[in-house]
């Protein structure tokens, strides 16, 4: 079976959630600043503005390095980052898919919970989750990062094999840039907790890219931000 011959990997663009958790559990709160389901959360402005870089640096590529295919996670922060990169980007581009294997990480009913709700709500699971591992953890309803990465094993088999040759863009979340890179090279957990802490959180609008070598992908450059704006 032959590889797709690019595939670059990009995180959705802030999002209202990555502002509103991180303040709450700084204070300490039950409750963030947020509302909804996950799926549903919008980027802030920044977040736009993010978007709109990348369609920026999408635009400039030459021909023969533009996306020919374009697959994003059906969360609307993933959607939006895509159309206003596509907006950006002042050419023509691929109309956009979208892939149930590529959402964020699922957390059940830890889903828009910040870390005290968690606590209060469910005090067990702190040590549940020491017990499993953060590898095997599985939040009540939700699922590990072991689970990610046998779905995200199942789409890159179904997109080598749909889109051998073909240059392609997944717009997702950082869970899936992160668990993609696992499954690409066949890292540990060890190892992906290595890459982590090598290369820092998966950024809001970052690149990363894999090319073909042969029959494989070869990582490129992973968690790249130099074409966003600083603020």
């Known amino acids: 079976m032959g590889v797709v011959a690019e595939l670059v990997l990009v995180r959705h663009g802030q999002s209202l959630a990555n502002v509103a958790f991180p303040a709450a559990d700084a204070e300490g709160l039950l409750e963030a600043e947020i509302s909804g389901r996950d799926a549903e959360v919008p980027l802030t402005e920044f977040g736009e503005r993010q978007a709109r870089a990348l369609g920026e640096w999408i635009g400039a590529r030459p021909a023969d390095e533009l996306p020919q295919v374009v697959i994003t996670s059906p969360y609307l922060r993933a959607r939006e980052t895509w159309r206003l990169a596509a907006e950006a980007s002042g050419i023509d581009l691929p109309e956009p898919s979208t892939d149930d294997r590529l959402v964020d990480r699922l957390l059940g009913d830890l889903e828009m919970l910040t870390r005290a709700a ?12 020491a017990d499993a591992g953060e590898h095997h953890y599985t939040p009540p309803g939700g699922e590990s990062f072991a689970d990610i990465e046998v779905r995200l094993g199942a789409f890159l088999d179904d997109l ?14 950082d869970a899936v840039v992160l668990m993609t890179r696992a499954v690409v090279e066949g890292l540990t957990w060890e190892q992906v907790l290595a890459a982590e802490r090598e290369a820092g959180n998966v950024r809001n609008a970052s690149l990363s890219r894999f090319v073909a070598v042969g029959d494989h992908l070869e990582l490129a450059y992973y968690n790249v931000v130099d074409h966003l704006p600083t603020d």
């Open 118 to 129: 968690v606590a209060q709500r469910y005090p067990g699971e702190a040590q549940r989750r």
């Open 160 to 173: 080598h094999r749909e889109h051998a040759g073909e240059r392609v863009i997944v717009v997702a979340h």
